[in-house]
């Protein structure tokens, strides 16, 4: 895994439990209750409704793969609805068992490391597809998207779709992330939602597919733009917090080039380095109050921002240094290892450093096997902050960098030199 790590020592009295990578069939009794929950959570946070739109669907039972979006927690919701009555499992990330063990179990959850290496997850898959002949649901950009547009998706999962040989169904959430974006998930917005669920491959198809095929299908069928969806379905969103929290994803200034000096407050997102204003409209396109409005469309002002740091990259400019607090997730439970610091380059990755229990820790993910970071924005489980994880095979050092809103940049940077590293 290209990975260098001086073991962090827990002491003895820390109990640290790892929930089983092998799913379990899911429960009866969870699951009803969990969709009885779903139910009136949706009248909470769904304000304008949802519907669900199902695409060569007829006559298709269990079991099959379905590749989903991820644009919030009401994911989940609508997805209890879209796969009724049939049993389905879910491959969920270690951090979602935080509080949650009991429960993600028993819903047939199978465990898995963001972002690392594990072969358990090909087992996990092949127990749920051929021995429960249940429902195998899978969320392969692995985090919420930043953005409301496709995250990267990894080749690996046109291969475990071309292994397992099942049908590939394709659910792909509209309006959710309009929602309740990343960067701002705790205020409600007015917007309906609207899910497809398509059957994009028969079980035939696949078995005559390459891996090479499968993948363009996947990575086509996954598209999605939702501020593109929001102005062609003419949905305005009148809220006047709409761009609050904006700055954590448009964190640098394209009139000026400052980076960590916008802010997002009510409808307007503002540089303060040089007094460029913009207002976020109801069709959520962005217009400069003055001057030129240098992107319209927020997704373009996103992959601008990561265009600069790919030419940090090439150039030998970037390099990422910061003073951070680091909580580690080893199993279930986060443990608090205190001041540490962590540095990002092209030649070495990450390499975070610390002191915890009497002891020295260093831990090292090469660029090259490292494709993407997690990154978590106002994140309640460490105190409503923005944070971003460095995982090795058996811990997760998930690290609050004392910069302001860098997180964005240092995903991009992971993304991109990997990229350059690989060729790409």
Not at 275 to 296: H, Q, R
Not at 300 to 310: A, G, K, L, N, Q
Not at 355 to 364: A, C, E, K, L, V
Request: charged share 25%; glycine share 6%.
């Amino acid at each position: 895994m290209n990975e260098i790590k001086d073991y962090v020592v827990y002491p003895d009295d820390i109990k640290i439990y790892v929930p089983p990578t092998m799913p379990a069939k899911q429960n009866k009794f969870y699951k009803n209750l969990v969709y009885v929950v779903c139910a009136a959570i949706s009248k909470f946070c769904i304000r304008a409704g949802s519907t669900i739109e199902k695409i060569n669907m007829e006559g298709l039972k269990p079991p099959y793969i379905v590749l989903s979006n991820h644009t919030q927690f009401a994911d989940f919701l609508v997805s209890f609805r879209a796969t009724r009555p049939y049993n389905f499992n879910n491959i969920a990330t270690l951090d979602g068992y935080v509080g949650m063990s009991k429960i993600m179990e028993n819903l047939g959850c199978a465990c898995h490391r963001k972002f690392t290496t594990d072969i358990s997850l090909v087992r996990a898959v092949h127990k749920v597809i051929h021995e429960y002949k249940d429902i195998l649901y899978m969320y392969p950009e692995a985090r919420y998207t930043n953005i409301g547009t496709t995250s990267l998706i990894p080749d690996v999962v046109a291969k475990l779709v071309k292994k397992n040989k099942v049908p590939l169904v394709i659910m792909l959430h509209h309006g959710n992330y309009l929602n309740a974006p990343f960067w701002d998930f705790r205020q409600y917005r007015k917007v309906p939602f609207k899910a497809t669920m398509k059957q994009v491959l028969t079980a035939e198809q696949i078995q005559a597919m390459s891996v090479e095929e499968i993948n363009e299908v996947i990575q086509r069928e996954m598209y999605y733009d939702d501020y593109k969806w929001q102005k062609e379905n003419n949905i305005r969103i009148t809220e006047n917090f709409r761009a609050d929290g904006l700055n954590k994803v448009l964190y640098k200034c394209p009139h000026c080039l400052a980076e960590g000096q916008t802010v997002g407050k009510g409808i307007h997102l503002t540089c303060e380095a040089c007094g460029k204003k913009w207002e976020m409209t109801e069709l959520g396109e962005m217009k400069a109050l003055e001057g030129e409005t240098e992107f319209s469309h927020i997704p373009d002002w996103y992959e601008w921002e990561r265009e600069c740091v790919r030419k940090e990259l090439l150039d030998g400019t970037y390099n990422f240094e910061d003073t951070v607090h680091i909580h580690s997730l080893p199993g279930t439970d986060f443990i608090d290892l205190g001041e540490g610091k962590v540095t990002h380059d092209l030649e070495n990755g990450f390499i975070v450093t610390g002191h915890y229990n009497g002891h020295d820790f260093r831990i090292q993910r090469s660029t090259k096997s490292l494709f993407t970071l997690h990154n978590e924005f106002l994140y309640k489980k460490l105190g409503k902050t923005d944070a971003f994880d460095v995982s090795v095979k058996d811990d997760s050092f998930y690290c609050i960098p004392s910069k302001k809103d860098v997180v964005m940049k240092l995903m991009f940077a992971t993304e991109e030199a990997y990229k350059i590293v690989n060729g790409k």
